[in-house]
């Protein structure tokens, strides 16, 4: 088995767009929300056509819903802009099952940093 390598990008044939996100995902991720150490998990539901609703539970009994739109490269780098002014850029899987991001904010006093990942668990 070949070993990935960083600069090694997807083939020509493995287009993305944002039809390539479609369906229930769910995720994790971990860093500094508004300067201070947060985690959160929940679930993004997209809708193939560059909208994309998230449910989230987060430290200190943070929760609730939002919307947002996302834009997604052919060579399967995402882009979505939350309401409070986080952005997300994403790696996607060219088949759309799961994907690496991070969410930054800023700049501010109070850094928002965050990473995780998502996996589909429905079409």
Same mark, same amino acid.
């Given at each position: 088995?070949?070993?990935?390598?960083?600069?090694?990008?997807?083939?020509?044939?493995?287009?993305?767009?944002? /039809?390539?996100?479609?369906?229930?995902?769910?995720?994790?991720?971990?860093?500094v929300?508004? #300067?201070?150490?947060?985690?959160?998990?929940?679930?993004?539901?997209?809708? #193939?056509?560059?909208?994309?609703?998230?449910?989230?539970?987060?430290?200190?009994?943070? /929760?609730?819903?939002?919307? /947002?739109?996302?834009?997604?490269?052919?060579?399967?780098? #995402?882009?979505?802009?939350?309401?409070?002014?986080?952005?997300?850029?994403?790696?996607?899987?060219?088949?759309?099952?799961?994907?690496?991001?991070?969410?930054?904010?800023?700049?501010?006093?109070?850094?928002?940093?965050?990473? #995780?990942w998502?996996?589909?668990?429905?079409?």
């Amino acid at each position: 088995m070949k070993p990935a390598l960083a600069d090694e990008r997807p083939a020509a044939s493995a287009q993305c767009s944002v /039809a390539t996100l479609k369906g229930s995902y769910l995720y994790s991720s971990i860093g500094v929300l508004d #300067g201070k150490p947060y985690a959160e998990s929940g679930r993004e539901v997209y809708d #193939g056509k560059g909208g994309v609703e998230l449910s989230f539970s987060g430290t200190g009994g943070v /929760a609730g819903t939002m919307r /947002a739109r996302y834009t997604v490269s052919p060579d399967c780098i #995402g882009k979505a802009a939350y309401p409070y002014g986080q952005t997300l850029s994403s790696f996607i899987s060219p088949d759309g099952s799961r994907f690496v991001y991070t969410i930054t904010r800023g700049p501010t006093d109070r850094p928002t940093v965050l990473s #995780g990942w998502e996996i589909r668990v429905a079409p």
